[in-house]
């Protein structure tokens, strides 16, 4: 990968399991690749200059792809890709597989505090966004929320809203 610097930088991701036979990982061409464990089988996708973060339920990835700094949403079977421009700016992915959810981070900057973090979710069967947590974080990384499962943490936020209450 080449940095707007035009330094290069080689990405090193984990392999991501999309089966209980298979994972995907970036290759040292910088191009998706599937490993079937049962037979050793390796095998290009054809997606270039990505990142995959997150398995959705429908054999889809959701891809960072660093030449456009954009997300998409990857169907393995076909190669379609789709951009997701609500994820613009996010980092941070968490997946949450039963809810089919993923929970995010956006930076936005203040004007006494120089960046602030808000906290998101984004559900795939409603297609919203939802605000959980408002400056959870500081430019100085100290943290400002409770632990995921405590009440007012993200998981505990998220159940909130799934369930109505919040």
């Known amino acids: 990968m080449v940095l707007p610097n035009s330094l290069t930088y080689p990405l090193i991701t984990q392999p991501l399991q999309i089966s209980n036979d298979e994972v995907i ?8 690749w599937i490993f079937q464990i049962s037979n050793s089988k ?3 996708t054809g997606i270039k ?3 995959p973060y997150v398995r959705k339920r429908t054999q889809q990835l959701i891809s960072y792809n660093w030449k456009s700094q954009e997300f998409y949403q990857i169907t393995l079977k076909t190669g379609h890709a789709e951009k997701l421009p ?5 980092s941070g992915l968490v997946y949450l597989p039963n809810d089919d959810v993923i929970i995010y981070g956006k930076s936005r900057m203040r004007m006494l505090i120089s960046e602030t973090y808000d906290i998101f979710a984004y559900s795939f069967d409603t297609k919203k966004e939802i605000k959980l947590r408002t400056r959870s974080l500081s430019s100085s990384g100290a943290m400002a929320h409770k632990g995921p499962d405590e009440p007012g943490g993200i998981q505990s936020c998220w159940r909130e809203i799934r369930s109505g209450t919040r």
Do not use: I, M, R, Y
């Not at 609500?86 to 996010?90: R, T």
């Open 25 to 32: 990982f970036v290759g040292e061409d910088q191009d998706l």
């Open 42 to 44: 390796l095998t290009p």
């Open 49 to 51: 200059a990505s990142a």
């Open 86 to 90: 609500q994820l613009k700016g996010a």
